[in-house]
């Protein structure tokens, strides 16, 4: 059964997929409290004006955090490329990063 918005997204996983999940959905909220939410493409969406901006998603052993579109060197440790990176499931969340991201992202947006 596909999710009807986030918190039933996150609902359908394993408690030590949920956290890391929980975590990304409020690092992005906390960086850019305007966006709105949606499931779009069957995962987490964040949207600006009714575009969409970031998706994250939850893999066996990963989640994708999708619309990253810097590129420096605190993404080496984790794979990524054409705008997605890859956080391991079993090390924790990089959520300044993701702020960072989503910050620079609506700041770039916004000139």
């Given at each position: ?8 997204y ?53 989640i ?17 490329g ?30």
């Open positions: 059964m596909k999710a009807k918005d986030i918190d039933a996150i609902a359908g996983f394993p408690r030590e997929v949920r956290e890391p999940l929980k975590e990304i959905r409020a690092a992005i909220k906390m960086a850019a409290p305007s966006l709105e939410e949606a499931i779009k493409y069957d995962m987490p969406t964040f949207m600006l004006d009714g575009k969409n901006l970031f998706h994250f998603a939850a893999f066996k052993h990963h994708s955090f999708f619309g990253a579109t810097v590129e420096n060197e605190e993404l080496a440790p984790y794979k990524h054409k705008g997605t990176l890859q956080f391991p499931l079993n090390k924790p969340m990089p959520l300044d990063l993701v702020s960072r991201i989503v910050t620079a992202k609506i700041n770039q947006r916004n000139i």
